[in-house]
């Protein structure tokens, strides 16, 4: 693929649709009828035990801790339209949490760091402002689509208009993931987006936008589902070398799949919850955290985040398969790695101050880190030193106890040991 044909990074916000889905489908908030204040917010937390157990409180280096289950480690417990892959991204009961108790419906909530768009889909889900940002333009792919999804038969329509016919080149290489037969599909489906809704396209068609998001989400996994044969992880691509190891350890060939008949099928059970409310209209764009220039100041009175963590994830290295779909130039997207924990603080402090800009008086920054090597690294008090000096109250950090998980397990993290398997949420509020 040329560089011409592909993404420039751009620094401005990528627009939704006109209209967001009005369908109500989706149960209301059980927000309280005003926000709760930082006050009431802590005292529900040091009482919270709708899990059975009571919340632990200490202080650690001048830093209150408050630890508890806050809420359920169960995978299939959140709305459907969450249940898109993605490396490294907290649970939608994470940002429900503080959604729920902290913001009201019409409020704005920022996530500058939004991965697959977990907070602000579940934003749109409770009725809020859906604010986010992230530096890989596949962020915006994976997000917008969901925030204001068009009806079944629209995407159907659309699908059935695709030139399967005319698949351009296809990539060889790729045959060591995908039956020749599914990978003419899948070309000639990607040369159909790029086509119909090309990347700096302000206004995609809803059910094209649609479209790509899916396919982008089925390209490599672990059964029928996916376009690819077996492969690990379900939710990165390995490289082509690994690929063929893996098919030749396993004795296993690509088998011909039914691209559109997979598309439809996950869309359906992404919908199967229903739509989004109503909600006002989405700001989302691709950028650096620390230049989100595109978000007005004050907007925000929520900000729900977790940023990559130190060197523990290769995002680039994990979406080249789906860069390459998308049309997107993986040499331009530069997504920093901070191998050192000075570096990695400096880089939230910078992002912390962009907050201060968008966050109104009175409104909380959620931000979430996990466990890093063997947990001899506490991201929380990096955290909390990087908002010192900031227009920021730090509140405290509050823990929610995980079970273990299988995603977590395919990438040697043992329970209460290592990896990511806790949240540490740092709450601040803005003065």
Not at 388 to 416: H, M, S, Y
């Amino acid at each position: 693929m040329s560089r011409s044909s592909a993404l420039r990074v751009q620094r401005e916000a990528l627009p939704l649709f006109d209209e967001p889905a009005l369908a109500p489908s989706v149960p209301a908030s059980s927000a309280t009828p005003s926000a709760m204040s930082s006050e009431v917010f802590l005292a529900a937390v040091r009482s919270f035990r709708d899990f059975g157990t009571e919340t632990r409180e200490w202080i650690e280096d001048g830093i209150p801790y408050l630890v508890n289950e806050f809420w359920t480690a169960g995978q299939r417990q959140a709305h459907s339209i969450h249940e898109v892959s993605y490396r490294a991204c907290f649970k939608p009961q994470l940002p429900e949490f503080f959604i729920d108790r902290l913001t009201l419906p019409g409020d704005g909530v920022l996530d500058p760091f939004m991965g697959r768009g977990t907070t602000p889909v579940q934003a749109a889900l409770m009725a809020r402002r859906p604010l986010g940002n992230d530096v890989n333009p596949l962020s915006t792919l994976l997000t917008r689509p969901r925030l204001a999804p068009p009806p079944l038969a629209m995407i159907a329509k659309r699908l059935n208009e695709v030139s399967w016919e005319r698949a351009g080149q296809v990539r060889s290489d790729l045959l060591a993931f995908y039956h020749p037969g599914t990978l003419s599909q899948i070309c000639a489906l990607r040369e159909w987006l790029l086509r119909e809704a090309p990347l700096d396209e302000r206004r995609p068609d809803p059910a094209t936008d649609w479209l790509r998001m899916v396919a982008i989400n089925r390209l490599t996994g672990h059964s029928p589902g996916f376009f690819s044969v077996y492969t690990l992880p379900p939710n990165q691509a390995t490289s082509v070398t690994n690929q063929l190891r893996i098919n030749v350890k396993r004795n296993q060939v690509p088998p011909l799949r039914d691209v559109k008949a997979v598309i439809l099928k996950k869309t359906r059970q992404l919908l199967k919850d229903g739509l989004p409310p109503a909600h006002p209209p989405a700001m989302l764009g691709t950028g650096p955290a620390a230049r989100m220039a595109h978000i007005p100041d004050g907007s925000a009175n929520l900000v729900v985040t977790s940023p990559p963590f130190l060197d523990i994830v290769q995002y680039a290295q994990d979406n080249w398969l789906r860069g390459w779909f998308a049309g997107i130039d993986a040499d331009a997207v530069e997504i920093a790695m901070h191998r050192t924990e000075v570096a990695w603080e400096a880089m939230v402090r910078a992002a912390l101050t962009e907050m201060a800009r968008i966050v109104r008086p009175g409104g909380h920054v959620a931000f979430e880190v996990g466990e890093v090597r063997n947990g001899k690294v506490l991201l929380e008090r990096a955290v909390w030193r990087a908002a010192e000096g900031l227009p920021f109250d730090r509140l405290a950090v509050i823990v929610n106890q995980q079970e273990f998980t299988k995603t977590a397990n395919c990438w040697g993290v043992d329970n209460n040991a290592k990896g990511t398997n806790t949240n540490r949420i740092v709450l601040l509020r803005r003065h």
